[in-house]
């Protein structure tokens, strides 16, 4: 089969199983909102726990991450078959790429969705199993310090190039895909913060969490 058609397949693959919009599903099934109208109008985590509480934003975050672990490893397992081992991380890569396409621009959602962070973490998850672990206790920590969302999700998508490039120039992975793909997602989630960004500079960000406990007392 002509390779250009299984990378298309594998990316199509990854769109339709990242654009599955699990905060939506949970969020209405709990308090039966639309997300949508909430808050930032967002599909994930973040936007869950204001629609719905901490159990059902981690239960998002959890299941926008290994929703794009299973689009790479799905689409790697079918298309798998006819490629040789040069274009199978391309369409692995391909698969993970299009998984964040499909959760930020969700065919199911009216092309809306989330910012990007959780399958970001889940399709590099694919690639390198303890990205999992390193962007938790990132998230923990930036979230700790700054409160941010944004700063938190930026920052663990910048991490992800630079443990990517770092494997690439040590050829641990061989294939430029997963490092290309990895600064390819990194835009696309800059592109989606960027009222966040203006926020944080004008210094209007939405700080929660212990660092809002802190901006409180310091206040007072």
């Given at each position: ?10 990316a199509?693959?990854g769109?339709l ?9 949970y ?5 039966g ?29 959890v ?13 790697g ?7 040789t081992?040069?274009?199978l ?6 698969a993970?790429?299009?998984?964040v396409?499909?959760?930020n ?8 969705g989330?910012a ?13 199993g303890w ?19 944004s ?17 690439y120039?040590?050829?641990i992975?061989?294939s430029?895909?997963?490092l290309?793909?990895?600064l390819?997602?990194?835009t696309?989630?800059?592109?989606s ?7 944080v ?5 939405r ?14």
């Amino acid at each position: 089969m002509n390779n250009f058609i299984l990378l298309l397949l594998a990316a199509v693959i990854g769109y339709l199983i990242g654009a599955v919009p699990f905060g939506y599903i949970y969020v209405k099934l709990k308090t039966g909102k639309d997300i949508r109208t909430v808050e930032s109008g967002r599909t994930g985590g973040t936007n869950a726990t204001r629609a719905a509480g901490g159990w059902i934003g981690a239960l998002t975050g959890v299941s926008d991450v290994f929703k794009a672990t299973a689009a790479v490893w799905v689409a790697g397992a079918i298309v798998g078959v006819w490629l040789t081992a040069d274009w199978l991380p391309w369409a692995r890569a391909l698969a993970g790429m299009f998984a964040v396409v499909g959760h930020n621009w969700s065919i199911y959602m009216g092309f809306r969705g989330g910012a990007g962070l959780t399958p970001n973490v889940g399709w590099a998850t694919a690639v390198w199993g303890w990205i999992f672990p390193i962007a938790f206790v990132m998230l923990l920590a930036i979230f700790y310090v700054t409160g941010m969302a944004s700063v938190v999700t930026f920052s663990i998508s910048a991490t992800i190039c630079v443990i990517l490039g770092v494997r690439y120039a040590l050829g641990i992975d061989p294939s430029a895909a997963y490092l290309l793909v990895s600064l390819i997602t990194l835009t696309m989630i800059g592109w989606s913060l960027r009222p966040n960004f203006k926020r944080v500079l004008n210094g209007t960000e939405r700080v929660v969490g212990p660092a809002a406990k802190r901006r409180q007392r310091q206040d007072e």
